[in-house]
C-alpha cells in the first residue's frame, strides 16, 4: 500500500507537566489531493494540531511526517490562512501576493514576480482590485487575498483555520466555490478546521471528527460518499448529506461527550472508518491497524 503523503503519529500535547493533555494518541493520514475538515468543539486542541502541523509548535510526543520528510519548523512547503486574513496594509492586493512569490522565488525580478501573482489574484477573482489596499477590500475579498497569497508559493500542503468563519453567509458561499475550483484546478492538499458541518460536507473527502478534551482524540473518520460535483445548490437534494449530516450533528451533540468520559477505560486509541452516507444507518468500520484508519 502506498504510504500517505502526510503521516501524523500518536501526537500528544502538554502546556504543564502536571496536567493532562490536550489531545493524546492522535493519529492519522491524508493522502496527496485529498481535502480533509477536522470538526470538534472549543478545547480539543484543533487549532493546536494545524499548528503542529504547519511547523508554528511542537508536540510533547509523536511525529508527523509530510512527504517523507519530518516536519521540524515552518516551511514554504505549507501554506497557512488563519481567520484573520493578516494582510500587510501598507502594500496593495497585488504588492501581498508579491510579497509571498518573492519570498518564495527571491532571485525573481519584481516583473516576473508580480505577473506570476496575477494569476492567482485571477483565480479568486479578484481582477481589477490589483491595487487596492486592505482598508478599501471587504472582509471576503481580504480572505480571498490572504487564500491567493498561500496558493501563490505553490505549497504542497493547505492549512486552513476557520477561513471563512468572519464572513457572512453569502460572501461565504462565493469564497467556498473559489476554493473548491483552485483545489480541483491544483489537485491541492488541504486540512481544513471548520466548526460548520454543511461547510465541512461540501468541502471534504473525509471529515475527522474529535471528541471533547482533555486527552482529546480523533475519534471517527467520516468518508464523505457524495458525488465530488456537489455543489451549495444541489447537495442538499442528495438523501446521503441528510445521512452524513445527522451523523456528523449526533457525534457534536451527544457521543463526542461520551466518548470523553470514556476515554481513560477504553483501549481504542485508532479513530473509526465511517461512511454514514452509504445507508439508512451508520456503517461503522472499527480499525485496528493504522492503514485501516486512512483507507
Not at 144 to 150: E, K, L
Request: charged content about 25%; some cysteine.
Amino acid at each position: 500500500m502506498e504510504a500517505a503523503f502526510l503521516t501524523v503519529e500518536n501526537l500528544n500535547k502538554r502546556y504543564s507537566e502536571t496536567g493532562p493533555p490536550v489531545f493524546d494518541h492522535v493519529s492519522f493520514g491524508i493522502n496527496k489531493g485529498e481535502f480533509v475538515c477536522i470538526i470538534g468543539h472549543s478545547g480539543c486542541g484543533k487549532t493546536t494540531i494545524l499548528n503542529v502541523l504547519a511547523g508554528l509548535e511542537e508536540p510533547t510526543e509523536g511525529v508527523v511526517i509530510m512527504d517523507q520528510r519530518e516536519v521540524k519548523g515552518p516551511s514554504l512547503d505549507r501554506g497557512v490562512v488563519f481567520q484573520s486574513h493578516a494582510l500587510m496594509p501598507w502594500f496593495t492586493v497585488l504588492g501581498n501576493v508579491t510579497f509571498a512569490v518573492r519570498s518564495r522565488w527571491p532571485d525573481w525580478n519584481r516583473k516576473k514576480a508580480e505577473a506570476y501573482a496575477q494569476r492567482f489574484i485571477e483565480m479568486v477573482g479578484l481582477k481589477g482590485a490589483e491595487h487596492k489596499k486592505p482598508s478599501e477590500l471587504s472582509g471576503g475579498m481580504k480572505q480571498r487575498v490572504g487564500i491567493a497569497r498561500a496558493f501563490s508559493i505553490e505549497p504542497k500542503m493547505l492549512l486552513m483555520d476557520e477561513p471563512f468563519g468572519a464572513l457572512d453567509a453569502l460572501t461565504r458561499g462565493v469564497v467556498q466555490d473559489e476554493l473548491l475550483k483552485i483545489c480541483s484546478a491544483t489537485n491541492q492538499t488541504v486540512f481544513m478546521i471548520t466548526h460548520d458541518v454543511d461547510e465541512a460536507i461540501l468541502l471534504a473527502d473525509k471529515i475527522f471528527l474529535m471528541s471533547n478534551g482533555p486527552r482529546a482524540r480523533i475519534a471517527e473518520i467520516v468518508v464523505n460518499t457524495m458525488p465530488k460535483s456537489r455543489t451549495r445548490e444541489t447537495m442538499h437534494h442528495d438523501p446521503q448529506f441528510y445521512r452524513i449530516r445527522n451523523h456528523l450533528v449526533d457525534f457534536l451533540v451527544n457521543r463526542s461527550k461520551r466518548i470523553q468520559t470514556e476515554s481513560e477505560s477504553s483501549q481504542q486509541t485508532m479513530p473509526l472508518v465511517v461512511r454514514p452516507g452509504m445507508e439508512e444507518g451508520s456503517m461503522t468500520l472499527p480499525s485496528s491497524s493504522f492503514s485501516q484508519a486512512i483507507a
